[in-house]
């Protein structure tokens, strides 16, 4: 297992360095058209579209194609939006909701998805568009630290909800996640401590196989911006009983980057 996380992150990093490579070259040659035409005070209008593709560049998140402008949620997201949105204080009910707290608004059962999105220059695609029936593969796990505690998740959906009382939400990119239940035991027989807790920084942790969080718990919550997740995560699963998951963090060989800009 250790063997196959180590050729797995090797790959990985190989393919962040060439990917980083490409988009380097491209914003030095962005860089370059700048400066020439540019003058000490203004821009040309070129000058300017390029400036903001760069910003689009330095941002954590980038949607991508849209999968449906209007897509029906489904009922285990929409009740975790509803959760999402009244943490704080009560803003929105279900339509058909007998008694719904004063000043709020029916919650839209509706949203925008989205086949992918870029996080740190990674693309992340939900479950729910991936092709095929093997739960190991695809680029939808993630790890999110939340109260000082890791967790690891599968995306099942990447979307924008436009609540029409909620301030920013036709803008804010949002994603469903079913999260992996944290196992106490270790791929390791007779082995009680495992090894690569001597490796914190890899984070590499052990999940019950195929087993997830009750979402009614919301604990972590399974509904959350996608800003806010923190890296995507590598996961392979070990054949002894019981039979695990096992994940590594991918934040160590990101290619998130930031330019700036001087004129």
Known sequence: TGGRLEVSMVRE??????????????????LMHIHLVADEKSLSRSGMRRCNQLDEVSSRVIPGN???NSEKLDDWIRYGLEHFYNKDSPRVHFLLAANPAPNTEPLRDH???YEWALLDGRRI???SRLQGNNPDLGSSIVQARI????????????????????????ETILVAVAWMRRST?????NQPVFIWDKFPELGVETWEYNQY??????DPPMIMRLADVHCQVSRGRTEGTPKLWITATMDRVSIFFVINIEI
């Open 213 to 218: 969080v009750d979402p009614r718990s919301h």
């Open 13 to 30: 990093f190989q393919r962040s360095s060439g990917l980083d490579g490409v988009v380097s070259n491209h914003c030095a040659a962005t």
């Open 66 to 68: 849209v999968a449906h």
């Open 125 to 127: 695609t939900p479950t």
């Open 185 to 189: 035991h270790t791929p390791l027989e």
């Open 111 to 113: 949203a925008r998805t």
């Open 147 to 170: 109260n000082d505690t890791r967790h690891v998740g599968e995306i099942r959906s990447i979307f924008v909800h436009p609540q029409s009382n909620i301030d920013g939400a036709s």
